[in-house]
Each structure stands twice: as C-alpha cells, then as structure tokens.
C-alpha cells in the first residue's frame, strides 16, 4: 500500500514538472484570463476562473530505463576489402622427414644395348689393316654386335662405354686401335719381350644413330699378333649404353 501512495506522489510531482526546454512561463494572476463582460465593462469578481490553465504530463524515461535487452541476430557481411600487399618472406621451416620411395616406373620406357664377345684363335698382321673379328658370345643384346664384321652397330644414339682385353705374342709388337667408324680413337699397345702379358683399354664415346665402334688391328710394316688359344679366351670386347640421348616414350 505504502508503495502504491509513493508512486502517486511521484507520478504528480512529475506532472508539475515541465519539460527540459520548454520555454518559461510568466507569472501571472488567476483572474488574468477573465475578461470583463461587454455590456457592463466592470471586471468580475475577484476568485471567478473563466479559463483553466492546460495541464500536460512529462515523464522523465532515464530514470525508468529498463534491464539491457536481447543481442540482436548477426548482420550479412560486407564486401570485401582490397588486398594487402604481400607480407615478409618468412623464416625457413625445418627439413621434413623423407617421403616413401615411388613405385617403380615403366620398364618399357628403359632402353639398353650391351654385348661382350670373345675370340679364342690367334692373329697375325697382313700386309692391310684388319678388324679383329669374334667368336665367341657372352651377351649380344638385340644382335646390336655384328659377329659377321666384328662391329658394334649404334641402335640407341647415345653414351657409351668399351673396354677391350688383348694377349700380347712373345717377341712381337703388339698394335691396335679402337675404332669409332673410321677414325682411331684409342690405341692398345705392347713392345715385343720374351714374356707374354695382358694388355687393356677403355674409353666412353657418344654415338649417334649407325654409327660402327670395332677393333683394329695394324698392317703388316709393323710385324704384331694377338695370342690366343682353343682352351681359354684371352681377347675380349665389351661395350653397353650408359645413357641414351633421348628417352624412350
């Protein structure tokens, strides 16, 4: 009950309160708005109202402001901004753990040619050069070796490694060359001694498409010989592509 009386208290204090900015309001005398009859022209009594002034209520809301409402949903975004410049390069990251090994690739895109040969009879020098021609076959891939003209024929252009082992005759000369078409390209050589020995030269040639690598032996104006026999082979000639210039598709 007390609390109903308080509020009916301040509810007319607030009526009597005008509103911030309201203009002032003259004094003036309760009697001032009566006007005195025409007929007569004697002013009216004094404690008669013919007019009774507006009164208009102001609440004051900031001292009834209510608990802090509900946040309201998430607005759509807006458009995006332009893009910065670049940042600074960053530092360098540590060395990652290494990966697992590929699956093999395909083996038809490998390409080989590889052939050693052997000869297992003597030879002698005649009055021309000869080639020194084998007969016998350790690995002649896709016949790339020709047995019939003791040539290597270039399949697969590309690098290449030969290697040549002859026995030398006791007191003659020793003389050959390896041979890249018709240009001598390495020399294999003994002096005559009355000790036979073994003899070897190796070398890398890059070969282009046809081209013909085999062994030389020398002519006659310098009496040489290879020596050989039925039981072991002491002459060999061996060759295989190490990288060819265009990989296989």
């Known amino acids: 009950?007390?609390?109903?009386?308080?509020?009916?208290?301040?509810?007319?204090?607030?009526?009597?309160?005008?509103?911030?900015?309201?203009?002032?309001?003259?004094?003036?005398?309760?009697?001032?708005?009566?006007?005195?009859?025409?007929?007569?022209?004697?002013?009216?009594?004094?404690?008669?109202?013919?007019?009774?002034?507006?009164?208009?209520?102001?609440?004051?809301m900031t001292i009834l402001k209510g608990d802090k409402g509900e946040r309201g949903d998430r607005g759509t975004p807006g458009k995006p901004g332009h893009e910065g410049p670049p940042g600074p390069r960053g530092p360098t990251g540590s060395t990652g753990t290494k990966g697992q090994a590929g699956l093999p690739g395909d083996p038809c895109k490998a390409q080989y040619s590889a052939f050693s040969v052997g000869r297992r009879k003597s030879l002698h020098s005649l009055e021309s050069y000869q080639a020194l021609v084998f007969d016998t076959v350790f690995v002649n891939l896709d016949d790339h070796f020709d047995m019939f003209n003791g040539k290597f024929v270039c399949r697969i252009p590309g690098i290449y490694f030969f290697n040549v082992n002859i026995h030398t005759w006791n007191f003659k000369e020793t003389y050959l060359h390896i041979m890249h078409n018709d240009s001598e390209?390495?020399?294999?050589?003994?002096?005559?001694?009355?000790?036979?020995i073994m003899q070897s030269q190796s070398l890398m040639l890059g070969l282009e498409l046809s081209d013909e690598v085999w062994v030389r032996l020398y002519k006659r104006e310098r009496e040489n010989a290879i020596y050989s026999d039925d039981v072991d082979v002491y002459i060999t000639f061996n060759g295989y592509l190490i990288k060819a210039s265009v990989e296989g598709k």
């Open 185 to 196: 390209q390495a020399i294999v050589y003994a002096q005559p001694s009355d000790r036979s």
């Open 1 to 60: 009950m007390l609390g109903v009386l308080l509020l009916l208290s301040l509810a007319s204090l607030v009526a009597l309160v005008p509103p911030p900015g309201a203009p002032p309001v003259p004094c003036r005398r309760c009697c001032d708005d009566v006007e005195p009859e025409e007929s007569s022209g004697a002013e009216p009594p004094v404690g008669v109202f013919s007019h009774v002034p507006e009164v208009r209520t102001y609440i004051n």
